[in-house]
């Protein structure tokens, strides 16, 4: 995420090589979704430039490769799992192994997915998404909780509540309108560790309207000594990190406790000499 195509000039320097963009990015916020390591599984050497360019507090929530969670289904996946996981040694325990299943996986597949959890390197933090609305049924809730839990994993919500509120109105909206997973909101953690992800929408104004319940929740969990990581999305993330950044200070009034995110350096405007 942080090479999203609309921060440069605004976020991070105008002309910073892509290669140094992460540190600008780390300036905003302090984690990162991981989102092209489900294409394909980054170069050892590129995730220990990650890890350089950011300091020991600072997550990376990993998503794990679509031949494993699409494709293969958790069958047949030793070889492509080992060659991801030595990629992302680097990192240590700032890792998060994040599993987005597909909407057609669902609670008679739940077995495929607790064997593979199970098998994962101790200490390894794990966390799941799903999109089937069978797991949101009372039985299917009950299922997948007692997987994950003898796993020690997390469930990742994935809040669209407000976005599918009313009809798109943009391009941007459009396109998510078509891609994203409608499913009630969920917001029962299972571990010390919580991951959020919540989207909203092209207003600003609905955006933060729509995530009123999240910092209620979040301030209670960090209240009970847990370490949660919340990801804010919009249909087309161009202000993804000042609204992180809002998110941050919302929780942090009711929590006054909570540490502030780092202070960004100034980005320069792009000059011809």
Do not use: I
Request: hydrophobic share 40%.
């Amino acid at each position: 995420m942080w090479n999203h195509k609309a921060w440069p000039g605004r976020f991070l320097p105008p002309s910073l090589p892509a290669k140094e963009r992460l540190r600008a990015y780390a300036g905003w916020c302090n984690a990162v979704e991981g989102n092209t390591t489900f294409y394909a599984t980054p170069a050892r050497d590129t995730v220990a430039s990650w890890a350089e360019q950011t300091d020991a507090g600072f997550r990376f929530v990993v998503k794990v490769p679509k031949v494993v969670t699409h494709e293969r289904r958790f069958t047949g996946v030793e070889r492509e799992m080992r060659a991801f996981l030595d990629a992302l040694e680097p990192l240590g325990e700032r890792a998060v192994l994040w599993t987005q299943l597909p909407g057609s996986f669902g609670p008679p597949d739940v077995d495929a997915l607790g064997r593979f959890l199970r098998r994962l390197p101790g200490g390894l933090r794990r966390a799941v998404e799903v999109r089937h609305p069978g797991f949101f049924t009372d039985a299917g809730s009950a299922l997948l909780e007692g997987t994950l839990g003898a796993a020690d994993a997390e469930w990742v919500p994935f809040d669209t509540t407000v976005f599918f509120g009313r009809p798109p109105g943009s391009a941007a909206e459009q396109d998510a309108w078509g891609k994203k997973p409608r499913l009630p909101r969920r917001t029962r953690a299972l571990t010390d560790r919580p991951v959020v992800r919540y989207l909203g929408r092209d207003s600003v104004e609905e955006t933060v309207e729509g995530w009123r319940p999240w910092t209620g929740v979040v301030a209670g969990w960090l209240r009970e000594g847990r370490s949660p990581t919340v990801f804010l999305h919009t249909p087309d993330n161009d202000e993804a990190p000042a609204l992180a950044r809002r998110f941050h200070d919302d929780v942090r009034a009711l929590v006054p406790r909570l540490d502030a995110l780092p202070e960004p350096e100034p980005v320069e405007p792009a000059t011809l000499f």
